[in-house]
């Protein structure tokens, strides 16, 4: 970060009420009660490197946010260490805050989620025996007006998760051709009317260039056929989950981030994820499948050691939020939950 940007994100840090009067974790108690077992210290002595290792049990927030989940994890688990990672320096500033009081328990890294092995390897940690990933924006980036996450106020079309690096939604509609701006909004929002939306863009754009989210969440509006947009909500959603896709490469980070979660977990190691809309959950759903079938080629008699499951599946399909967890966290609403455990090591580790 520059001087300048370091100078605003102080400035906001100033003007921001608490974070936990902020922000409401989702699913907070049935995440803790799901990672609770891989993290109690005779689970995480096994799990880091055999019985009787003595380690500490270490446990990833790849999501870390307002540090909500990372928060309530060494408050329930104090024998645990956290790691927690988020690409947005404001998050990793308010957050570092919130957990100043756990000392050295806590380490926060300023990265995306696929770069966690660099990460752990960076801080010499072999496996982990927990990882917890939240998906999709943060309430810090969808309440922060200026980052134009959100088509319900004007703001500037920026949709950077990471604010100091990248292009911006703006430059995107001002830039892109309408086959590609089709693309992205048919692709990453689903968007039936994608290439109305993308002509009307290219057209508008020529009288005057996109700055702010209204004029965009207009277009999108007036683009989609009256009578589709009596359900379903804001008819400018899909098209805003779109491009902050785009913008923020967040599919491609995630198919990596992953199956690089899965390799990261040590034996009786936990991984759980939340999702929030069904690009997501695709992706979680297949690499999570795979890790608990069975590899044997078709016809042995004998399931070979190296071909059986590396997971086992925690969840029953995707958990979704009770009415309880609706009423406190109105959020919650779309959300899948799955987790799995590790109960193969992977070849060479022990």
Do not use: W
């Not at 260490?81 to 998050?91: E, F, H, N, Y």
């Not at 911006?168 to 693309?183: D, F, G, K």
């Not at 029953?316 to 967890?325: F, L, V, Y």
């Amino acid at each position: 970060m520059t001087d300048r940007e370091e100078r605003d994100v102080d400035d906001g840090l100033r003007e921001q009420p608490p974070t936990s009067s902020r922000h409401v974790p989702v699913l907070l108690d049935r995440c803790v009660e799901l990672l609770a077992p891989a993290l109690e210290p005779a689970a995480g002595a096994a799990g880091a490197g055999g019985s009787g290792s003595g380690r500490t049990p270490v446990v990833v927030d790849t999501t870390l946010g307002m540090g909500g989940h990372s928060e309530a994890l060494l408050e329930r688990l104090p024998a645990a260490r956290l790691v927690a990672i988020d690409r947005d320096p404001q998050a990793i500033a308010l957050a570092g805050a919130r957990l100043e009081r756990f000392g050295d328990r806590a380490t926060l890294v300023r990265a995306v989620y696929d770069e966690l092995p660099d990460v752990l390897a960076d801080l010499g940690i072999p496996s982990v025996q927990g990882v917890l990933m939240d998906l999709g924006v943060s309430s810090l980036q969808l309440d922060e007006v200026d980052r134009g996450f959100s088509y319900s106020r004007d703001a500037p079309l920026d949709m950077r998760m990471d604010p100091t690096t990248g292009i911006t939604a703006a430059e995107l509609l001002n830039t892109y051709e309408a086959r590609e701006i089709s693309r992205v909004l048919h692709v990453y929002g689903e968007e039936k009317f994608a290439r109305r939306i993308a002509d009307a863009v290219v057209r508008e754009r020529e009288r005057e260039p996109f700055t702010g989210t209204a004029r965009f969440a207009e277009l999108v509006r007036d683009s989609v056929p009256a009578a589709a947009r009596r359900t379903g909500g804001h008819p400018a959603k899909r098209s805003f989950q779109a491009l902050r896709i785009e913008v923020n490469g967040e599919l491609d980070a995630l198919r990596a981030a992953v199956p690089a979660a899965v390799d990261a977990l040590a034996v009786g190691g936990r991984l759980v994820v939340m999702s929030y809309q069904s690009l997501e959950d695709r992706i979680v759903k297949r690499v999570l499948a795979e890790g608990a079938a069975s590899t044997s080629p078709p016809g042995l008699p004998v399931e070979l050691p190296e071909h059986a499951p590396r997971l086992q599946l925690l969840t029953r399909g995707a958990e979704r939020p009770d009415d309880a967890e609706l009423e406190r966290n109105p959020r919650s609403a779309p959300v899948r939950l799955r987790a799995a455990e590790r109960v193969r090591p992977a070849r060479g580790r022990r």
